[in-house]
C-alpha cells in the first residue's frame, strides 16, 4: 500500500482567491436602481421660498409687547409689568376688534423662559389676534 504524494495526477489545485464577478454584478445593478431613483425623486418640482430678513420699523398701529428675563408681560411702552393674564387678555381683546386689525409684535428677553412666552402668544391668539412676530436683534456684521 502505497501513497501518492504530489500532483502528478493532473488535479486542479484549491483556488483560494476571492470570485468578485458576483460582486461586481450586484454593485452593477444597485448603480442601476440608484440612477433610475434619482430621476423620479427630483420630477416633483417645488419653488422655496426665499430668506428675507426686513429690518423693524416700529409702526404706530402695531402693537408691542415686551416679556422680560423673569416673565414679567409690558404693554407698549408701560413701564408697569401686567398684573395678570386676564388684563393681556382684556386689552387684546380691544385690539383685535381694530379695524384693520393691528399685527402684535413681541420683544423677549434672551433669558426669558419659553413658558413665559408660549403663554403670552396663547392669551393674544385667543383674544382673537391674526398676526403675531417677534423682534430680534441681527447678527452682528463681520
Same mark, same amino acid.
Given at each position: 500500500?502505497?501513497?501518492?504524494?504530489?500532483?502528478?495526477?493532473?488535479?486542479? /489545485?484549491? &483556488?483560494?482567491?476571492? =470570485?468578485?464577478?458576483?460582486?461586481?454584478? @450586484?454593485?452593477? $445593478?444597485?448603480?442601476?436602481?440608484? *440612477?433610475?431613483?434619482?430621476?423620479?425623486?427630483?420630477?416633483?418640482?417645488?419653488?422655496?421660498?426665499? /430668506?428675507? &430678513?426686513?429690518?423693524? =420699523?416700529?409702526?404706530?398701529?402695531?402693537? @408691542?409687547?415686551? $416679556?422680560?428675563?423673569?416673565?414679567? *408681560?409690558?404693554?407698549?411702552?408701560?413701564?408697569?409689568?401686567?398684573?395678570?393674564?386676564?388684563?393681556?387678555?382684556?386689552?387684546?381683546?380691544?385690539?383685535?376688534?381694530?379695524?384693520?386689525?393691528?399685527?402684535?409684535?413681541?420683544?423677549?428677553?434672551?433669558?426669558?423662559?419659553?413658558?413665559?412666552?408660549?403663554?403670552?402668544?396663547?392669551?393674544?391668539?385667543?383674544?382673537?389676534?391674526?398676526?403675531?412676530?417677534?423682534?430680534?436683534?441681527?447678527?452682528?456684521?463681520?
Amino acid at each position: 500500500m502505497a501513497m501518492q504524494l504530489g500532483n502528478d495526477s493532473g488535479e486542479d /489545485e484549491v &483556488n483560494s482567491t476571492i =470570485n468578485t464577478t458576483p460582486l461586481v454584478d @450586484i454593485m452593477l $445593478v444597485l448603480l442601476i436602481i440608484f *440612477i433610475i431613483t434619482t430621476n423620479v425623486v427630483n420630477l416633483t418640482k417645488v419653488k422655496l421660498p426665499a /430668506e428675507k &430678513n426686513d429690518p423693524y =420699523n416700529p409702526d404706530a398701529k402695531n402693537v @408691542i409687547i415686551t $416679556v422680560n428675563k423673569d416673565g414679567d *408681560i409690558f404693554f407698549g411702552g408701560q413701564r408697569t409689568p401686567m398684573k395678570s393674564d386676564d388684563e393681556l387678555m382684556e386689552k387684546m381683546t380691544v385690539q383685535a376688534l381694530r379695524v384693520p386689525q393691528p399685527e402684535v409684535h413681541i420683544r423677549g428677553d434672551q433669558n426669558t423662559r419659553y413658558e413665559a412666552v408660549g403663554r403670552t402668544i396663547l392669551v393674544i391668539q385667543r383674544a382673537g389676534i391674526q398676526k403675531v412676530g417677534f423682534v430680534l436683534e441681527p447678527p452682528p456684521k463681520g
